[in-house]
């Protein structure tokens, strides 16, 4: 009997994993987000002053976080708009990232966030976000293993709503946020993390937080296969701005709130706790954590989103020239949301679309963005739009979506981009109709003025006879309608009468200047 390639044991356990994996990644940096700025208590404020030193004494980190005393703190639904709306368009649009970032309308991020049409409270959170000042010293490696030191005190972004007016001068036909040098210059150096999106937006915000601090112990522990990942509870407190106890009893039923989504879920398996003490020996905990498998599977997708972002980098060294464009629009790919992270295959006919995007913008993406890009055109075209939609959309963002850098964009602002073209559309209509309108007047104003002429000329040519014989007529005809001389408007209506009574005579007659009788 043939042996099975894959043990089911094995096979089902891909499977899990499979199912596990995340649908969507969402890379975010990973030198300021790892710091508090949203106070996530229910009620109460919280300070957010760090201040650290190494061995020698000498400042390693500074952070202080300063709400404004109007717009207030930002809280839980503040943290989920950074993180769960604003870092996806950051992601969507990847690095270098423009200045003016756009968001959508204050409705479409209120559904994004599922609060309905409360765009009251989508609007308090981006000012409370846009108008928090951070002081901040530290130092961190880029990308490229070079060193940068952060030292500045100002807000991270600026918010434009729609209608205000852009830095350039248009008027903002959706809502903007406008990132401040320093924070930008951090966004476009700093490595990056990849974090489950959709289970991201499922997490209330203690444990989002909680699994945005050891996500990257978790990932590092799976890279160097440790079993297990470490984090003090001092730390942890520090870095999300949560309460710190002394006492374990407390310190356990705080943290089993926290951890025990996580072990729902299936991303941790185990956690455990070790008494120790912190530097001014004060109690604290080492927290264990065990990485389960959605954790694996989470590690497994975005380290083979990497391998395979690494492939197209070397493919686009070996070749800079783009398949030409397809004059027959591809079919559009059922995708789901994940493949524009783990796989781009299914889409790369759709890849001379997304570049030719680009050579709008003047620029040139690296194979890699076409891979990922052309994934998000296909999610477009399952979703629904046509790829008549796709072109219209990209045409727009290029003329009236000031600093528009990446194709990662569109899926952001097709509503928008079609809502102008029904605009544009019902606009040429109701042009259509007026310049119709306008050549119906035009015309019955030049039959009016042949016809007056007609007449005058009929009643030039007739004798004073016949006009005053007209005139009896015509009288006679109002009378007989029940008008009489001393009646309002008399004579207007005798005048209209005669110049009736004249032209019936002249259609009968057949021709001008023949005397009728």
């Known amino acids: 009997m043939t042996q099975p390639l894959i043990p089911p044991r094995a096979a089902h356990h ?28 229910k009620r109460g404020s919280v300070t957010m002053d ?5 061995a020698a004494g000498q400042l390693d980190l500074y952070w202080r976080v300063s709400p404004h005393p109007v ?23 990847g690095r270098p990232l423009p200045e003016l970032i756009p968001l959508g309308t204050l409705r479409e991020i209120a559904r994004e966030l599922h609060l309905g049409s409360n765009t009251a409270a989508v609007k308090r959170a981006l000012r409370q976000n846009a108008h928090t000042v951070i002081a901040v010293q530290l130092t961190y490696t880029d990308t490229q293993g070079g060193e940068h030191t952060v030292a500045f005190e100002s807000t991270r972004y600026g918010v434009v709503f729609t209608g205000e007016c852009l830095p350039d001068g248009r008027t903002a036909e959706m809502v903007y946020i406008v990132l401040n040098p320093p924070y930008r210059h951090v966004l476009n150096h700093a490595p990056t993390r990849p974090l489950d999106y959709d289970y991201l937006q499922a997490l209330p915000p203690t444990a989002q937080r909680c699994y945005e601090i050891i996500s990257y112990k978790i990932f590092t522990a799976l890279k160097y296969r440790h079993p297990h990942a470490t984090l003090l509870y001092s730390d942890y407190c520090t870095f999300s701005a949560q309460q710190r106890y002394a006492d374990y009893t407390h310190v356990k039923k705080q943290m089993y709130k926290v951890h025990h989504p996580h072990l729902t879920s299936g991303y941790l398996r185990k956690v455990s706790y070790e008494a120790t003490t912190d530097r001014a020996d004060q109690p604290d905990w080492v927290m264990w954590y065990i990485p389960g498998p959605k954790a694996l599977a989470a590690y497994q997708a975005a380290t083979s989103a990497d391998r395979a972002s690494r492939a197209a980098a070397v493919r686009d060294t070996q070749s800079d020239e783009a398949p030409p464009l397809r004059a027959t629009p591809p079919p559009a790919a059922a995708l789901s949301r994940g493949a524009r992270e783990a796989s781009a295959s299914p889409a790369e006919p759709l890849q001379p679309l997304v570049a030719d995007f680009y050579t709008r913008l003047g620029t040139k993406a690296s194979s890699q963005k076409l891979a990922r890009d052309a994934a998000v055109a296909a999610q477009l075209l399952a979703d629904g739009f046509s790829l008549e939609d796709l072109l219209f959309a990209m045409e727009w963002a290029v003329q009236h979506v000031p600093g528009v850098t990446s194709f990662g964009l569109l899926p952001h602002i097709m509503h928008h981009a079609l809502k102008a073209r029904h605009n544009a559309q019902h606009a040429a209509d109701a042009q259509r109709a007026a310049d119709a309108q306008l050549q119906t007047h035009l015309r019955q104003q030049q039959e009016e003025q042949a016809r007056a002429q007609r007449l005058e000329a009929v009643r030039a040519a007739l004798a004073e006879e ?15 309608e029940g008008y009489h001389e001393r009646a309002l408007g008399y004579s207007m209506l005798l005048t209209i009468r005669l110049a009736d009574l004249i032209e019936q005579a002249f259609l009968r007659a057949g021709a001008p200047g023949e005397q009728a009788t």
């Open 14 to 41: 891909a499977d899990r994993l499979t199912d596990l994996a995340p649908l969507t990644i969402l890379r975010t940096e990973t030198v300021l987000s790892k710091l508090p700025i949203h106070n996530l208590a």
């Open 466 to 480: 016949a006009i005053e014989t007209f005139r009896c007529q015509a009288v006679e005809a109002l009378a007989h």
């Open 71 to 93: 717009f207030g703190e930002p809280r839980q639904l503040a943290y989920k708009l950074d993180t769960i709306v604003i870092n996806r368009r950051l992601d969507d649009l």
């Open 50 to 54: 760090i201040t650290q030193t190494n």
